[in-house]
């Protein structure tokens, strides 16, 4: 099942391995109370877990820039929920 239908396609298995990665290792509680200034350089073991998952999902794509990005993403989610992070999403991607 695909949960990012509304992100476009080029984009989606960004999100989607990173959603995966954080369900199956049963870190949302972390990405909750994630409380250091960056995903990009953080040590932490759980992060470099989440890193490694992703890639073992499929998707070996991320820059730096990216993965920081999409670990935010998946802290919004986890904090707001998917269906206020869908809205944030559309709301500052569409078109003007």
Same mark, same amino acid.
């Given at each position: @099942?695909?949960?990012f239908q509304? =992100?476009p396609?080029?984009?989606r298995k ?8 954080i369900?199956?290792?049963? %870190?949302?509680?972390?990405m909750? $109370? /994630?409380?250091q200034e960056?995903?990009? /350089?953080c %040590?932490?073991?759980?992060v470099? *877990? ?12 991320? &820059?730096?820039?990216? /993965?920081?990005?999409?670990? *935010?993403?998946?802290?919004? =989610?986890a904090?707001?929920? @998917?269906d206020n /992070?869908k809205t944030m999403? *559309?709301?500052? $991607? &569409?078109?003007?």
């Open positions: @099942m695909t949960t509304f =992100i396609i080029s984009q960004m999100y989607q391995t990173a959603f995966d990665a369900t199956q290792l049963e %870190l949302w509680q972390y909750r $109370n /994630f409380d960056s995903f990009t /350089f %040590l932490d073991t759980e470099i *877990r989440i890193s490694k998952k992703i890639s073992e999902l499929g998707y070996d794509g991320h &820059s730096g820039t990216s /993965f920081g990005c999409t670990m *935010r993403a998946m802290q919004y =989610i904090k707001e929920g @998917m /992070f999403y *559309r709301r500052g $991607n &569409s078109a003007s």
